[in-house]
């Protein structure tokens, strides 16, 4: 698959994407599943899993995006 004109090559995240790949195949479709996905800002996070649901056998499936704010006291 070729990456949107918009989108540059993932490049360095073959690991990460097998791991999401093998998560999603133990995954039987009409049942629910959950993955964290975290790491500092600007790590790739939302690429990343912005890949995983262009994989063959993703398409169509849901995702729920949440973001969470680590709050720091003054």
């Known amino acids: 698959m070729l990456p949107s ?10 690991a990460q994407l097998t ?3 093998d998560f999603r195949s133990r995954v039987p ?3 629910g599943g959950a993955l964290l996905v ?6 790739g996070k ?3 899993v912005t890949e995983l649901a262009k ?3 993703i398409v169509g499936s849901e995702f729920v995006r949440m973001d969470y704010t680590e ?3 003054v």
Request: glycine content about 16%.
């Open 5 to 14: 004109p918009s989108a540059p090559l993932l490049i360095g995240r073959e």
């Open 19 to 21: 791991l999401l790949r």
């Open 29 to 31: 479709a009409g049942t």
């Open 38 to 43: 975290r790491g500092d800002a600007g790590a």
């Open 46 to 48: 939302t690429r990343l």
């Open 55 to 57: 994989l063959p056998g």
């Open 71 to 73: 709050a720091i006291a």
